[in-house]
């Protein structure tokens, strides 16, 4: 990278934290203030960065219009798609992708079991909103005043012995999984099939999918599928990254610490 643009960019980190004057940019580049004023004139013809009437630079409506449309046109499907089917080639078990739309939690992809035995769903399929995985970790992502609204509107059905019985307890599960980090639904919508699932978040730390791996008892125990967790846990991270364009080892904001094990 050459020296300019290198100094360039090692502004923006800086005027992310607030307003700074000439001298501070020139400071924390470690060049003359002619050599920071330059950039930010060019910076500033540009909109990536704005000065502001008592001379100080601030990050421009230029650069958080240019974020904006970026994140817009990032397919999360097509960026998760290829993880998904690592995961599905790994353990042999069912992966979904799924997202938060118009009240509703729908499937966006799928990738089938390998075994005869598997779960049915399809890829546009609404969930059941009070017991899926997915669904607890997108629902439970809203800001609380929203999240209550929407547990109080919702019917219970008692799919099986397992199932949500009220918002209240629906309310109560939907904080757990906010705080650690991962859900599951282990016999609440179908006696037969477990699942596990992780949030994919976005640059801002917000969930905008959710992926899950799920499988019959007939093919693996819940105790057995809970063991993969972690490797769930970890494919949901790296997507993350990738949709969140950073190092896969660096964490994004509301990312909790992640813990590889089960509660």
Known sequence: MSQTVDRALSILPLLAEGPAGLEQVAQRLGVHKSTALRLLRTLHEHGIVYRTPDQRYRLGARLFALAQQAIENVDVRGVAHPHLSALNERTGHTVHLAVYEEDEVVYVDKVDSRYPVRMYSRIGKPVALTVAAVAKLLLADLPEARRRAVAERLDYPAYTARSTPDAEAF??????????????DLGGHEESINCVAAPVRGADGRVVAAMSVSAPNVVVSADELLTLLPLVRRTARAISA????????????????????TR
């Open 171 to 184: 309310l109560a599960e939907l904080a757990l999984v906010r705080e650690q980090g991962w859900a599951t």
């Open 242 to 261: 990738e949709y969140a364009g950073r190092p896969a080892d660096e964490p994004g904001p509301g990312t909790a610490p992640q813990e590889e094990t």
